[in-house]
Nanobody, 130 residues
Framework: QLKLVESGGGLVQPGGSLRLSCAASGLTLDDDVIGWFRQVPGKEREGVSCISSTGASTSYADSVKGRFTISRDIAKNTVYLQMNRLKTEDTANYYC???????????????????????WGQGTQVTVSS
């Protein structure tokens, strides 16, 4: 059974940085895409970023382009989301999720993309506040 565990969330001031991790167990992630999503209570889940197993395909939401960077370490079966120049509007619970057997991030973080993902982590809270 594949399990995803997010970590790295916390409280940070505007302009600060955090690095989120998504560690997978139970399956080697070598033929998949991993997506990061975020959600604020009462609002729709939003796709943030995606990366393919080779790293050749990535995508970012317009709201985070130039500030967030997604990467993965195949040996550690872990995907990272480096978040820089954080804004108060980045405050949310961040989730990672996986689509197995896919090698492209095209349309993988679009509005209705969440339904494509097969496994989800439990989330990690990011709060950006002064």
């Amino acid at each position: 059974q594949l399990k995803l565990v997010e970590s790295g969330g916390g409280l940070v001031q505007p302009g600060g940085s955090l690095r989120l991790s998504c560690a997978a167990s139970g399956l080697t992630l070598d033929d998949d895409v991993i997506g990061w999503f975020r959600q604020v209570p009462g609002k729709e889940r939003e796709g943030v970023s995606c990366i393919s197993s080779t790293g050749a395909s990535t995508s970012y939401a317009d709201s985070v382009k130039g500030r967030f960077t997604i990467s993965r370490d195949i040996a550690k079966n872990t995907v990272y989301l480096q978040m820089n120049r954080l804004k108060t509007e980045d405050t949310a619970n961040y989730y990672c999720a996986v689509i197995i057997g896919r090698d492209s991030c095209v349309m993988a973080i679009s509005r209705l993309a969440a339904g494509q993902y097969e496994y989800w982590g439990q989330g990690t809270q990011v709060t950006v506040s002064s």
